[in-house]
């Protein structure tokens, strides 16, 4: 089983409003990660969690806030977003982070009104 | 110069033809290297994974590493109008994070 889970599949969200993303995953993997992908555009890191602790961030700004409960739950918490914010937010998880190769979740289509 | 590089296409031909999907790289120190396929609003799928130089054949597709030349293909044979999607490469090492390609659209015609 390689099934990255990810919840809701759409989300349409006010700039005030205070929203959270859910990942699960249950292969085992201690690696996990948050992407986002505009349209046409490859997937962009934003967030690696390794062994439940934060590993990378990739400059995003504070109004994403990642959490990772425990090893299979990655959470990403939203907070006065931008309609520039609006993309599909990719979870993935790995065995390890670096050379294993990703799975991915189906995205959520996240719009920022 | 970005560390991947991928033509973004559009890729269109006719069902039952054999496809090449190509990526360069400038980053020497990659050694692992995928192919995704992501269909239009869903999360990418992983295709293939190679480790060093060679080839990898699973069902209608294979994929191939040159790392003398920082090359690496993706071969699709009898094309299905189902291959229709976005297909990225990307590419990682022990010490850093999975670069992608900007991924080549392909269309597969009846």
């Known amino acids: 089983d390689t099934e990255v889970t990810q919840t809701p599949k759409h989300l349409v969200m006010g700039m005030t409003n205070k929203k959270s993303l859910k990942c699960e995953q249950h292969?085992?993997?201690?690696?996990m990660y948050w992407y986002k992908q505009k349209a046409k555009k490859p997937p962009e890191l934003m967030f690696v969690?390794?062994?439940?602790?934060?590993?990378i961030n990739e400059s995003v700004p504070s109004r994403f806030s990642p959490e990772c409960p425990n090893s299979s739950l990655l959470n990403l918490h939203l907070h006065a977003l931008q309609p520039e914010d609006s993309a599909l937010y990719l979870c993935?998880?790995?065995?390890?982070?670096?050379?294993?190769?990703?799975?991915f979740g189906p995205g959520t289509r996240l719009t920022v009104t | 110069q970005k560390e991947v590089e991928q033509d973004p296409g559009p890729l269109s031909v006719p069902e039952g033809a054999i496809v090449s999907l190509n990526c360069t790289y400038s980053?020497?120190?990659?050694?692992?290297f995928m192919w995704y396929r992501q269909y239009s609003r869903k999360g990418p799928e992983l295709l293939m994974y190679?480790?060093?130089?060679g080839n990898k054949e699973d069902g209608r597709f294979t994929a191939q590493v040159d790392k003398s030349s920082k090359y690496i293909s993706l071969f699709i044979r009898d094309s299905q109008p189902s291959d229709s999607a976005t297909y990225l490469c990307?590419?990682?090492?022990?010490?850093?994070?999975?670069?992608f390609g900007a991924g080549t659209r392909l269309t597969v015609k009846p």
């Open positions: 993935a998880s790995s065995q390890g982070q670096g050379a294993d190769e990703q799975y």
């Open positions: 292969m085992g993997h201690r690696a």
């Open positions: 969690y390794s062994y439940e602790k934060l590993s």
């Open positions: 980053n020497s120190a990659f050694q692992y």
């Open positions: 190679t480790y060093s130089s």
């Open positions: 990307a590419m990682s090492s022990p010490r850093a994070d999975m670069r």
